[in-house]
T-cell receptor, first 112, second 113 residues
Framework: GQQVMQIPQYQHVQEGEDFTTYCNSS?????IQWYKQRPGGHPVFLIQ?????EVKKQKRLTFQFGEAKKNSSLHITATQTTDVGTYFC????????????FGTGTRLQVTL | DTAVSQTPKYLVTQMGNDKSIKCEQN?????MYWYKQDSKKFLKIMFS???????INETVPNRFSPKSPDKAHLNLHINSLELGDSAVYFC????????????FGNGTRLTVT
């Protein structure tokens, strides 16, 4: 079945440093979504990418969808302590559009 | 408040018991889901219903039985609970369209002792 892996599993940065998480799917995706889960909280939708090579920005967050629609990345510029949490990518493959498979997640810790 | 709400928030029970978790959404969505998040934070889909019909049924023990009385409710009943069932269970809802984001409930932390 479809597998979606993220690296790194965990990253600890100092406030002000940049952070990137990478997402790789075993199958071609129709679209990819990103979610953030704060400690003790629930996943919250951040953004969706649909087109091959698409890049979207939300303030300090930059999201990219690969040309082959099998990988994606999330880059945070100048991290802040409010960025702490686990970031998940989630993709629907082209064959089973109703099923959203979540990546393994990257936990981000930010310290002063 | 518009939201996905699930109850209870915490559930502590002994092995062998039967328990239920309830979920309701008032977002007008036609699709609801149950996801299981284990201690390593992996989020795995268990079931999905669209307008009361089961559309996704992953490899889940048949001790787990979802029930959707209407499109705004999706409950999860678990029989003969086992230690390995301990996890956080999230309910979510969305429209069925392929580009629709999921809205999650706050989760139910199930601890089986």
């Amino acid at each position: 079945g479809q597998q979606v892996m993220q690296i790194p599993q965990y990253q600890h940065v100092q406030e002000g440093e940049d952070f990137t998480t990478y997402c790789n799917s075993s199958t071609t995706l129709s679209n990819i979504q990103w979610y953030k889960q704060r400690p003790g909280g629930h996943p919250v939708f951040l953004i969706q990418l649909v087109k091959s090579g698409e890049v979207k920005k939300q303030k300090r967050l930059t999201f990219q969808f690969g040309e082959a629609k099998k990988n994606s990345s999330l880059h945070i510029t100048a991290t802040q302590t409010t960025d702490v949490g686990t970031y998940f990518c989630a993709g629907r493959d082209t064959g089973t559009a109703s099923k959203l498979t979540f990546g393994t997640g990257t936990r981000l810790q930010v310290t002063l | 408040d518009t939201a996905v709400s699930q109850t209870p928030k915490y559930l502590v029970t002994q092995m062998g018991n039967d328990k239920s978790i309830k979920c309701e959404q008032n977002l007008g969505h036609d699709t609801m889901y149950w996801y299981k998040q284990d201690s390593k934070k992996f989020l795995k889909i268990m079931f999905s219903y669209n307008n009361k019909e089961l559309i996704i049924n992953e490899t889940v023990p048949n001790r787990f039985s979802p029930k959707s009385p209407d499109k705004a409710h999706l409950n999860l009943h678990i029989n003969s609970l086992e230690l390995g069932d301990s996890a956080v269970y999230f309910c979510a809802s969305s429209q069925l369209q392929y580009n629709s984001p999921l809205h999650f409930g706050n989760g139910t932390r199930l601890t089986v002792t």
